[in-house]
């Protein structure tokens, strides 16, 4: 069953925000000039490519990486990246032997000032169930084959720390750019349900 | 609670679907809600724990029905009936029937960019003392409380070892039912996969979960 497949809805969603958001602004509550800044910041401000360039810069600066690791929190900061959701940041380092890939099963818990809001399938129940237990055909799925001999760890995310995935640097990128090793790096990526591939 | 949102390991979902990749909103009501959930959590309406607990509240059929932000949604208007800032009847019409509520002042644009770009933590500088430590191994507590906890039915009563000790959060338990925050050590945790899923799952892989200190046991090492 997918998030978005529904067909019986009690009633139009649409009337109902609209009858709460005018409800509200009568009471004095919330500011109608307000309430769209929230979804303005994360359509125009906020995304995938920020946790892009944190990857790219650990990739090009051991000192770096080592304080992403250390503190994912403050090193992100170091790039003018954090707030709502990104206030307890670890980052996860795939190695050979390890990749990591994150989930929140009890509801969509995910790093917004580096990733931006989580795409349809990360909230779908499909993801949510599925992931921690068969992990790898889930990221079959997303054409991800992972040796036997590598660990798949799972992250489930139900507290209060959020996860951004470090994924390898691909070989042959040695004398790339910081910016051109940005943009190897997807969204998913950083979920850990992909690696970073050279362009054919 | 054991409700329809802890679906960790449930079966029967089906395949992936990835072709609805539009961008985080697919209507305007989408945005809406969003800017005015957090417009009301800025104002102090309710904390994100009792967002949580009214959302996994739902009926599993309602649920399992509607979409994100439909649940965003249905919490919003729970949340606010609970907490009597608006009725049912006004939810109905659109229209407040006690007029204007001056004690709570809304959040400005400037205090959203704080929201945004500042966040909160429910991290906490004091707590209840920690009673583990990096590499002990631990049982997640086999309990079954009817109200919001952010321990996963797939990991209680499974035996883990602490990777690491985060530091002190507000217990979401409590934050979510109006019983204070409870500030205590969190955890990350990390499990066999065949510890949690049967000898049929893979011996390598294994997962790290993030679990409160009143989530836990010591485990008792075996007799000799």
Known sequence: MADHDHTDPPSDPALRVKALESLLIEKGLIDPDVVGEFADYYEHRVGPRNGAKVVARAWCDRAYRERLLANGTAAIAELQFGGLQGEEMVVLENTPATHNVVTCTLCSCYPWPTLGLPPTWYKSFAYRSRVVIEPRSVLAEFGLHLPDEVEVRVYDSNAEIRYLVLPMRPAGTDDWSEEKLASLVTRDCMIGTAVPNLPA | MDGIADMG???????????????????????????ITFAALGAGLFNVDEIRRTTESA????????????????????????????????LATGRSVTGPANNVPPV????????????????????APSRFKSGDAVVARNIHPR???????YVRGKCGTIVLDHGIFALPDSNSAGLGLQP???????FTARELWGPRASERDTLQIDLFDDYLDRLAAPAE
């Open chain 2, 108 to 127: 400005t644009k400037e205090i959203a960019r704080v929201i945004l770009e500042h966040g909160g933590t429910s991290r906490s500088a004091d707590g």
């Open chain 2, 147 to 153: 109200g919001h906890t952010r321990l996963p039915r």
């Open chain 2, 59 to 90: 009926d599993p059929l309602t649920y399992l029905k509607s979409t994100y932000y439909e649940r965003w949604l249905y919490s919003a208007e729970d949340l606010l009936k609970e907490k009597g800032a608006v009725t049912a009847g006004e």
């Open chain 2, 9 to 35: 390991g449930m079966h029967g979902f089906g395949p992936l679907e990835r072709a609805d990749e539009r961008g985080p909103f697919h209507n305007e009501w989408e945005r809406r809600i969003l800017g």
């Open chain 2, 184 to 190: 205590q050590h969190v955890y990350g945790v990390r």
